[in-house]
C-alpha cells in the first residue's frame, strides 16, 4: 500500500510540474509573441504617418476597429502577398529557428533525466552500502538495531533482513543457552559420580587391609574406570562450556613426547609394551603443554591397547605449514567400519577392550583440535594403526 501511495504522489508531482512548465511556456511565447507584434504594426505605422500625414485618422479607425472585435469592415485584400510578403519575413531570429528551441528542450530534458537517474543511483549505492555494512557488523557480532531509513525499494529488504538477523540472534542465543545447560548437567553427573567412587574406594581400602581376595580387585579396576570416566566427563563439559583455557606457550615436540612416554611408563612396562622415540632437532609448536601432553597419552594408551607386547613408535617433521606428529604401532590396525567414527565420543571400536569407554580419542581430539591443529587414523600399508597430528603455524 506504501509502494502504491508512493507512486500516486510521484506522479501527481510530475504532472503538476509539467503541466505548469507548459503553462509558463505558452505564457511567456504568446507574450513574446504579441510584444514582436505590437512592435512590428508601430514602426508601420509610424513610417506611413510620418510620410502622409493624413492617414494616422484612417490608421486609428481601423485599429479601434480590429482591437474591438469587428474586422469584418477592415479591407479582406491580402495586401503582403500581393507584394511578395510571407509570415516568416516578420519573425526575429528564434522564430525563425525552431530547431534551437527543439535542441535547448532536448538537452534541457536530457539534463533533468540525466540529473534524476544519478540521484537515484547515488541513493541505491548508499542503501546497499548501508545494508551491506550491517550485514559485515553481524557477521562480526558487532550489529545493532537496524533503523528505518523511510520507505524505498530497498525498505522491505531492509525489513526481511532484520526479521532474519534477529531470528538468527535468537535461535544463537538459544543453541548457546542449551550447550550450557548440557555443559551443566555433565558436570552436575560427573561430580554425583565423584562421591560413591570416593566412599568406594575408601570402603575397598579398610577391606584390603584384612581380606585378599579377587573381588577386591574387581573393585579396584571398576574404581579406575569410574575415576577416569569422572575427569573426562568433567573435562568435556568444560570443553563444551567454553571454561577450559588452554595456556599457549612455545613447546618443544620431542620434550612433549618424552614426558607423555614418562607418565605412561609403569602401564607400558605391565603391557611389555615398548615405547620408541627417536632423538630430534628442536621443534616448536604453540600448545598447552599438559593438556596437550594428555592427548597424546590417550593415543599412545590407543596404540599399546591394539599391540601388546609390542612397540609404539613416534616420529616428528617440521615443514612451512605446519608440524607433524606421527604415532603408530605395528599391530593389526583398525577395522574399516571403525574408522568414520573412532573419534566420536563413547563409540567403542569392534576390537576395543571390555572396559574400555571410549571417550579417549574424542578427547584428545578436542584438545588438539582447539589449538590450531588437526588429528586424523588410518592403518599403515604395511600394518598397524597410525594417528597423524598437524599443529599449524598460523
Known sequence: MNGRKNILITSGFVLSVSFLAAAMTVWLVSYRYSRFSFDLLNAVCCEITEQEPETQKIIAAALKEYTEGNPDGLSQENLLSALGYHA????????????????????????????????????ENRRIKDLTGYLEQVNSGKALILSASGEDDFSRLEDEIYKTVTFLYQTKDQAVQAKNEFAENLSNIAHQIKTPITAVSLAAQRIKQDFNCEALEQIEKQLSRLTYLEESLLILARLDAGTLLFKKEETDVFTLLV?????????????????????????????????????????????????????????????????????????????????????????RGKNAREDSIGIGLALAKEIIERQNGTIRAKNRPGGGALFEIHFYSH
Open 88 to 123: 516568416s519575413d516578420f519573425s526575429d531570429f528564434h522564430f525563425k529557428h525552431p530547431a534551437v528551441f527543439a535542441a535547448a528542450g532536448w538537452l534541457t530534458g536530457l539534463s533533468l533525466f540525466l540529473f534524476t537517474f544519478l540521484y537515484r543511483n547515488r541513493m
Open 259 to 347: 614426558l607423555a612416554a614418562e607418565n605412561l611408563q609403569e602401564l607400558f612396562s605391565g603391557s611389555g609394551t615398548s615405547i620408541e622415540i627417536p632423538e630430534q632437532e628442536e621443534m616448536l609448536i604453540s600448545a598447552d603443554m599438559d593438556w596437550t601432553m594428555e592427548a597424546i597419552m590417550n593415543l599412545m594408551k590407543n596404540c599399546m591397547e591394539h599391540h601388546k607386547g609390542g612397540t609404539v613408535r613416534c616420529s616428528c617433521a617440521r615443514n612451512p605449514l605446519y608440524t607433524e606428529i606421527l604415532i603408530w604401532d605395528e599391530g593389526k590396525g583398525f577395522a574399516k567400519e571403525d574408522l568414520p567414527h573412532l573419534f566420536e565420543r563413547f563409540y
